[in-house]
């Protein structure tokens, strides 16, 4: 994966403090560039044209929802081992220049021994733990109904420990002004806007505490698109991921459908879905992609169809609006305790593909087989943006 992306903008983040290089990384993280640096140049040296800058493709990839421990009763069940990488087997579909994922749980600098709550699934981690990320991921989505899982210190504290290992969060609660926020990466010459929104929380906020972009899905347009047209003057992408829908369902929505369409009639190049812990299927809209749920990454499953994960790899040329190949590679998740995922063996990797084959043509959009993958081909642009 390069990391030469560089954070140019944290719209009204709380704060954009600079990365820490972890021990174990063997390549420099994401760095915060600062403003400009003017030199006075004398008025007797002639200036050199400037030289235009040169981009060659993009290529992105996408997982779904990955949790890093959870407390089970009065005890703590971590899926990180020490020493171990637990994405090691799929390092090379996350080799891309940015690599996204919803993160599901809530870090602390130090996590508590015990859950500060009693009820539900209850996830949480440390920075420690949240090292396994580095060098895998670029962006972390942390806008879902887990968040206020470690209160109100994880609501501040998420954010700060992702950009103190160098990655970069999106959808972090604000303490003031609009939740919505909009979180620039700058990548070999790319400008990619990030925009996250969840659609609830198992538990509402705490009086004072910073506020998540929490919506309904019918008010996720207006609500969204604000951020996306502005996003889309200053970016050459603007990806859109929402932690939405209903768990272990075969597909979106009718509202879900018509709010992830108006997205990308409004500016976004990409919606990327999580949270149903299964897959769902792919859509193509006018220059768009949607991806409605990509399932589970590293999580603890609970049955056998939360097992069933796929890495969503997107590559797009300069000039171009639709992405010049998007393909879905089937992944499974392994057993406990780490359930950590590899490429799907052959008979897991026939399901998943039948699986998104059919429920991506109810949603108009056939998907071809080219080797193990899912491929969306012959896209027809009808855009250009430079």
């Known amino acids: 994966m390069s990391w030469r992306a560089a954070i140019v903008g944290c719209v009204g983040l709380l704060a954009c403090s600079g990365p820490e290089t972890p021990d174990q990384t063997p390549v420099p993280a994401p760095v915060i560039v600062p403003g400009p640096i003017h030199v006075p140049v004398p008025s007797d040296i002639p200036t050199a044209e400037p030289i235009p800058a040169t981009r060659g493709p993009l290529e992105l990839a996408f997982v779904g929802d990955i949790i890093l421990g959870k407390y089970v009763l009065h005890d703590y069940a971590s899926l990180v081992v020490p020493g171990e990488d637990p994405f090691a087997a799929v390092a090379g579909l996350l080799r891309a220049d940015i690599a996204v994922a919803n993160l599901e749980t809530p870090l602390m600098h130090i996590r508590p021994e015990r859950s500060p709550i009693y009820i539900g699934s209850r996830f949480g981690a440390d920075k420690q733990a949240a090292r396994a990320l580095v060098g895998r991921f ?3 989505g942390i806008a879902n109904n887990h968040a206020h899982d470690l209160l109100t ?67 996720l347009s207006r609500r969204l698109l604000p951020a996306i ?61 949607i991806a409605y749920s990509l399932g589970n990454f590293l999580f603890a499953n609970t ?36 359930y950590a995922p590899a490429p799907a063996p052959a008979p897991h990797a026939a399901q998943i593909r039948k699986r998104i084959q059919t429920l991506s043509k109810r949603l108009r959009t056939p998907l071809l087989i080219d080797d193990e993958a899912l491929v969306v081909r012959d896209w027809p642009c009808s855009a250009v943006t430079e």
Do not use: K
């Open 138 to 140: 670029t962006a972390l």
């Open 229 to 289: 047209a502005t996003a889309r003057a200053e970016h050459d992408l603007v990806l859109v991921l929402l932690h939405w829908g209903q768990e272990y369902t075969d597909g979106p929505d009718h509202h879900q459908r018509s709010a992830a369409r108006r997205l990308i009639d409004g500016g976004a190049d990409l919606v990327i879905g999580h949270h149903p812990h299964v897959l769902h299927g792919l859509e193509r809209h006018a220059d768009g992609l």
């Open 153 to 219: 210190a994880g609501l501040q504290q998420t954010p700060e420990v992702l950009r103190e290992l160098g990655l970069v969060p999106v959808g972090a609660a604000q303490a003031a002004g609009d939740p919505v926020q909009v979180v620039t990466l700058v990548q070999d010459g790319w400008r990619v806007a990030l925009v996250a929104a969840t659609t609830w929380t198992n538990r509402p906020p705490a009086p004072g505490d910073p506020s998540l972009p929490v919506y309904r899905t019918g008010q």
């Open 303 to 338: 049955d056998e169809r939360s097992r069933h994960s796929g890495v969503l790899r997107v590559r797009y040329r300069p000039g171009q609006r639709c992405p010049e190949r998007a393909s879905l590679h089937p992944v499974w998740l392994g057993e406990a305790p780490g």
